[in-house]
């Protein structure tokens, strides 16, 4: 869901606008309208994916915290603050460190690897789209990537796989939209 965070609000009426999305290789926080305990008929979570060590230190888990989206003010107890996109001038969230803890969800486990990418078209055309391991850009990516792979491959298991899912939005967080 392209919502709005109020990353480091000052005091007062204005809201401080910025894309709620951290894409970082081992991190990805979102909101989703999809929940792991409610599916499509729940309300809207932030999603925290994220990768942790695995069991006695072989190979990594995929994990995921569900926080329940109370809208942009809900969103500051995990916004630090804000920083300048220098590349568009844009604003990006600056975000707390995420945590595994007792409702964390272990969503793949006993993988060789798990690392997310982010694609994204540059503002300058004459560099082509491209796949990067870290979101530092104002707003959301065309696409997001999650790669992994088993440690031990087993056909007779359902076997992690890389999957790609494009983000189809519309929508600029510099831009205050009017809702009806």
């Known amino acids: 869901m392209p919502v709005v965070a109020a990353c480091g609000q000052a ?11 951290e894409g970082q290789a081992q991190t990805m926080r979102l ?5 792991l305990q409610q599916g499509w008929r ?7 994916l994220f990768v942790i060590p695995g069991e006695d230190g072989k190979g990594v888990r995929l994990v995921v915290n569900e926080i329940p989206y109370t809208g942009p003010a ?13 590349q568009t001038g844009g604003t990006l969230a600056v ?3 995420v945590q595994a803890g007792p409702n964390s969800f272990v969503l793949a486990d006993k993988l060789a690897y798990c690392r997310f990418s982010y694609f994204t078209i540059p503002i300058d055309r004459n560099l082509p789209p491209h796949w990067t391991p870290a979101w ?44 009806y």
């Open 95 to 97: 975000f707390a460190p």
């Open 136 to 179: 530092t850009f104002s707003g959301w990516p065309f696409a997001v990537r999650i790669e992994m792979a088993p440690i031990e491959p087993d056909p007779s298991r359902l076997q992690p796989i890389t999957v790609t899912a494009p983000i189809h939005l519309h929508r600029s967080p510099d831009i205050q939209y009017v809702d």
């Open 42 to 48: 729940g309300q809207p979570q932030i999603l925290e």
């Open 31 to 35: 909101v989703s309208s999809f929940s």
């Open 74 to 86: 809900g969103t500051a107890q995990l916004c630090l603050g804000r920083t300048t996109d220098p």
């Open 11 to 21: 005091a007062g009426p204005t809201l401080a606008r910025t894309a709620f999305f």
